[in-house]
């Protein structure tokens, strides 16, 4: 009922986002040959993260000189034609209400910046904030961002915010009302932009600012969850968001092994799984995957698109606390409760205990569903049967041979997982079979 109607039952694409995998440097050939590898597994969109404007080679310059970094890119617009010839959609990365004192945008407008008089800024990340509560600012950013999104013909627009509001105060706005004049102009600027790019997918950010909220989901129909990718993380950050947005909102990626925010290796598998809970996409420099693993993603990119209305729209469950329980996941299931996927998880493997069972919820319960777990690269065997609803919600089943992970002896503080797809294959009635 919130974000824009043309979004509301769209399929969004699987996705390759750069960042993780090269964070500043990389230049044109570099992205290409990832673009080629993304095209390769089956993506569909490629995203061209932080570091394409500007002088941007760290996080100290560049925010707000919306404008192309040749010497990286070879020229956005070429690098985004390149992509879409290799036959992917292009997106890209923009950070529109932040601004670095060390650019140009600065040195010309430094009262563009969010700042209390005769005050020392608060700096997050080497950055301070636009002043959006003036409306020269609000038309300086519609400006630039019209401009990006012209020159590259950007399918996606990844919109971040990573910090959080200080030193709030504008010329001639009263110090109660500057919050909300801040987002009044920003909702002004996002209003200009959906309506002028109607086909652009805006994705919002989490990160930093906390900002997962209706307000901005009413421009822009998904949000990035968090910049912790790692999978144990994302179960409980996942698990938490649910509770307000459906999984049709929340971007969600798996991303290199180890962790680059924890530290935690977890099997491809396992990563996947996790990702299925949100909107899938791939955080990572697919030119450093073995031959292996890229059969691996190209298999599991193949599966999420069969399943992916099911995956982005069905029904989503909570099965257990992410927050508490050691077996805990999520499961979707249709509207007419026809088909359904369940993902459980075990976080902890504890020596002696053999209390690892679960149930499923949401289902018909006087239907017969085939249970079947999806196969995956690191275990070798499949779990099929044929069971009653009420028996699936109601009795308990077991995760024997869950531990069986190949390579769960190379991994740290690993996370266990098993996949399984219900397909309903008849239903009771007055005690018979129909």
Same mark, same amino acid.
């Given at each position: ?5 043309? !979004? ?43 570091? !394409? ?83 020269? @600012? ?7 961002? &019209? ?20 030193? =709030? ?54 949000? !990035? ?39 935690? &290796? ?9 990702? =299925? ?11 450093? =995957? ?54 459980? =998880? ?40 044929? @069971? ?47």
């Amino acid at each position: 009922h919130v974000i824009p109607k043309k !979004w509301k039952n769209r399929e969004r694409p699987v996705l390759v986002n750069n960042w993780e995998g090269t964070e500043f440097h990389f230049n044109r050939e570099k992205i290409l040959e990832i673009v080629k590898c993304a095209a390769q597994v089956g993506a569909e969109l490629f995203v061209l993260d932080d570091g !394409w404007f500007g002088k941007r080679d760290d996080d100290t310059s560049s925010l707000g000189d919306w404008t192309d970094y040749v010497e990286k890119t070879g020229g956005i617009g070429y690098l985004s034609a390149a992509v879409r010839n290799m036959g992917m959609k292009f997106g890209i990365w923009v950070e529109p209400e932040m601004i670095s004192e060390n650019s140009v945008l600065y040195e010309k407008h430094a009262d563009y910046a969010m700042k209390v008089p005769f005050r020392t800024p608060v700096r997050m990340r080497n950055q301070l904030m636009l002043n959006l509560a003036d409306e020269r @600012v609000q038309n300086y950013v519609a400006r630039a961002i &019209s401009a990006v999104i012209n020159e590259c013909k950007a399918s996606y627009v990844k919109w971040d915010y990573n910090r959080f509001m200080t030193d =709030c105060y504008g010329k001639g706005v009263a110090g109660g009302e500057y919050y909300h004049r801040y987002m009044l102009g920003l909702y002004s600027v996002l209003g200009r932009l959906t309506a002028k790019f109607p086909e652009v997918l805006f994705e919002s950010c989490a990160s930093g600012g906390g900002r997962f909220d209706l307000g901005m989901l009413a421009f822009m129909p998904q949000t !990035w969850t968090s910049d912790n990718t790692d999978a144990r993380e994302r179960l409980a950050i996942q698990a938490g968001t649910s509770y307000g947005y459906p999984q049709h909102t929340m971007g969600s990626h798996v991303s290199a092994s180890p962790n680059l925010q924890t530290g935690n &290796s977890t099997p491809l598998e396992t990563r996947f799984n996790i990702a =299925c809970g949100g909107l899938l996409g791939y955080e990572m420099d697919m030119t450093k =995957c073995s031959e292996a693993e890229m059969q691996i993603i190209t298999e599991q990119i193949a599966f999420y698109k069969k399943y992916r209305n099911l995956l982005q729209f069905g029904t989503h469950y909570r099965l257990g606390d992410a927050f508490l329980d050691n077996v805990c996941g999520y499961m979707n299931v249709s509207a007419d409760q026809d088909e359904a996927i369940a993902v459980v =998880c075990v976080r902890e493997k504890r020596t002696g205990r053999r209390d690892l069972r679960f149930h499923l919820v949401g289902l018909d319960p006087a239907a017969v569903y085939s249970v079947t777990q999806r196969k995956q690269s690191n275990y070798g065997f499949v779990q099929e049967f044929t @069971v009653g609803g009420d028996v699936l919600m109601n009795g308990y089943l077991t995760l024997e041979g869950i531990f069986a992970d190949q390579d769960v002896s190379e991994n740290s503080n690993p996370l266990y997982s098993r996949m399984y797809i219900l397909k309903r294959l008849s239903r009771y009635k007055k005690g018979k079979q129909k």
